[in-house]
């Protein structure tokens, strides 16, 4: 079965309409398509939607979640929400996944994800970004010390955990994004390791859903997928549960990620994942049918009489 709860649209900073993107995703097999916007920040951001926008955003995934349920694809409306942690404007209530602001257009899933860090008296900015910008914000803000960088980022998700009011974690280490070949920090050191554990022992505590994402790897900005493989063996042991986030930008994006991730899953020695179902129940799927399209979907969507 193919299901993925992270998908981006023209809405924010995707590639494609909505419309395109369900299409792609049926075209290809999915049972399960979430729409996951980037929500909207307390302060200007490139590819966040905007507040004015979130209602038009709603009602244009809820009719795709019309039109394609008699054809046996099940949409679903998110928001990958940041969580701003210490990079947070000052005063700013806009801070957390939980924010009631989110609610208003009453999401059937949300994503908590972070990307933005911040040192004293420095300009916040995204570990998501592509490495020239990276490289000159480590020199300027981070005074060129990237272990600053990654610690920001693991207290950020751990302060996102505590705080809740979200489903899934969304790429949990992203901030490896920029550190293939281990450019800018260890992360085989036992201080990273620490931090990443600690991040995933609060989520097993939480019983926090958890994404595979190769979205950054299918884009090629980065052959990273999140979380690692000595991550994900982790948290196998500590019995978090996973999921699949294609973290699609364009309808190429949904499809290769998915058996990337369940190969991933399969290898920290995973034997199911789960799915949010149309009743937005998590249900859990066999290994073997994860991946792999054609698999039949939720069972709950089964009708007896
Ligand atoms: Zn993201
Ligand atoms: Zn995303």
Redesign the pocket.
Known sequence: MLFSY?T?CDFCDGKASAPVMAQAAFDKGYSFLGF?S?APLPFPAKGALPWASMAAYASAIRSLQAAWAPRGMTILLGL?IDSLGDSAPSGSTVTWPGYPGYSSIEPDFRIG?VHYVQFDGSERFTVDQPATAFAQNVRRCAHGDADLVWKAYFRNLCSMIVHGGFDII?HFDLVRKNNDGERWFDENSAAYRSAAFQAAELAAEKDLVVEINA?GLLRGKTEAIYPSLTLLKQMHEKKIRITFGD?AHAPQHLGPGQRLAADMAKAAGYKSVWFLDGNLQWQELGIEGAGVAGVAPCPLKIKLD
């Open positions: 992270h981006h996951s980037h990958e994800s969304g979205g973290d």
